[in-house]
């Protein structure tokens, strides 16, 4: 069964500084694996997605996530943070095959120092 | 172009009432999911659908119950509700292949009381 876990809860960055979210998924094997933010009050938006290929993925509002197999991670990054990337984020791993079952982890919320 | 709509945003229940969450999409999309969101969890699936007429069970469906008589609509409907169903429920759509990305609404807060 696939599953995902977000080691870090809460996380507090000040504004301009880097940012790195970690995930660690299991899954049998190659998964799908997403990563979505969650604003307050809102629903989630899908920031960046990894399904084969260039193991350096781009998404929007200048983050990135790579993949790594040999560790079951795919970490999420932002070279420098604004005070809008105040969020909950979540990563998420999808079977290869058949409907879209995405497992969640718990999720990761950021809070920016001004 | 509204996405995922779902409605109410808000709602308080007593115990043993029941109600329906309400899920529309407007992208044409096959794959309909409801999810509920518990503080401090991720999401978990309760329901899916590939499609008009076919649903099928998730990770916790149970008290639950889900029709999807359109492509557009996917109905969630809580029988009797129960304190461990307060939770806030998400409704998503994607296109009909697993690496298509999921479409959220923003969600119904629910309390049973």
């Known amino acids: 069964a696939q599953s995902v876990t977000q080691p870090d809860i809460h996380i507090t960055v000040s504004e301009g500084a880097s940012l790195e979210l970690r995930c660690n998924y299991s899954y049998g094997a190659t998964p799908y694996l997403f990563w979505y933010v969650q604003s307050p009050g809102q629903g989630l938006q899908l920031l960046l997605k990894?399904?084969?290929?260039?193991?350096l993925v781009q998404g929007i509002k200048g983050f990135e996530a790579e993949f790594k197999r040999s560790q079951s991670s795919f970490n999420l990054r932002k070279p420098s943070v604004h005070w809008s990337d105040a969020a909950e984020y979540f990563c998420a791993v999808g079977a290869v095959q058949g409907a879209q079952k995405l497992v969640f982890g718990q999720g990761t919320r950021l809070t920016i120092n001004p | 172009n509204a996405g995922v709509t779902q409605t109410p945003k808000f709602r308080i229940l007593k115990i043993g009432q029941s109600m329906t969450l309400q899920c529309t999409q407007d992208m044409n999309h096959n794959y309909m999911y409801w999810y509920r969101q518990d503080p401090g969890m991720g999401l978990k699936l309760i329901y899916y659908?590939?499609?008009?007429?076919?649903?099928d069970k998730g990770e916790v469906p149970n008290g639950y119950n889900v029709s999807r008589s359109t492509t557009e609509d996917f109905p969630l409907r809580l029988e009797l509700a129960a304190p461990s169903q307060t939770s806030v429920y998400f409704c998503?759509?994607?296109?009909?292949?697993?690496?298509?990305?999921?479409?959220f609404g923003d969600g119904t807060r629910l309390s049973i009381l």
């Open positions: 998503a759509s994607s296109k009909g292949s697993s690496n298509q990305p999921q479409h």
């Open positions: 659908s590939v499609g008009a007429g076919i649903t």
């Open positions: 990894y399904f084969s290929g260039d193991t």
